[in-house]
């Protein structure tokens, strides 16, 4: 295999690990908080965590050092207008994605404490909730951008 297979592998790879974890994400989280058990978003919510950390943040610093491998093996110049909307809409899903963490672990604190308690999910927890889902929209929505503009590669 040549280098250039062998980056555009792990790139593929690592945008389908951060596109695909994002979603399973979203959907778990989406179906435990439906149900409005604490101790099932207690659950769900803790391994979301856990996802983030080994796969999402992993493929968020593989993405760009393969991206760059690639515009470099391709002899493409680093300002190329599809770059550029690229690189925008890279920085848009992680303006979204470093808060969406960090509430993730808040509302994983607030469903382990109700459930302890026995207690509904508080206010607060559909609070963040509501927010966590409206960040998710513009970073899904970016990614497929991106996905649209390595295929299409647009003048």
């Known amino acids: 295999m040549d280098l250039y297979v062998a980056v555009k592998m ?14 399973g994400i979203a ?9 409005r058990d604490a101790a099932a ?4 919510a803790g391994t979301v965590v ?22 470099h093996l391709q002899g493409y110049a680093l300002t ?17 994605w470093l808060p969406v963490v960090v509430i993730q672990i808040r509302l994983r604190d607030l469903a ?10 508080p206010d607060a927890y559909g609070r ?9 929209i513009p970073a899904f929505a970016a990614v497929l951008g991106i996905y649209w503009l390595m295929i299409a590669r647009p003048a």
């Open 10 to 23: 792990v790139h593929i790879l690592s945008g389908a690990v951060l596109f695909g974890t994002g979603m």
């Open 27 to 35: 959907f778990f989280m989406v179906w435990a908080n439906r149900s």
């Open 41 to 44: 978003v207690a659950h769900v």
């Open 50 to 71: 856990v996802a983030d950390a080994l796969f999402t943040a992993v493929a968020v610093i593989v993405q760009p050092l393969s991206g760059l491998g690639l515009i």
């Open 80 to 96: 190329e207008p599809w770059l550029l909307w690229a690189y925008g809409l890279y920085v848009l899903t992680g303006a979204c």
């Open 112 to 121: 382990r404490a109700a459930a302890a308690a026995a207690a509904p999910l």
């Open 128 to 136: 963040l909730y509501r927010l966590w889902f409206a960040l998710g």
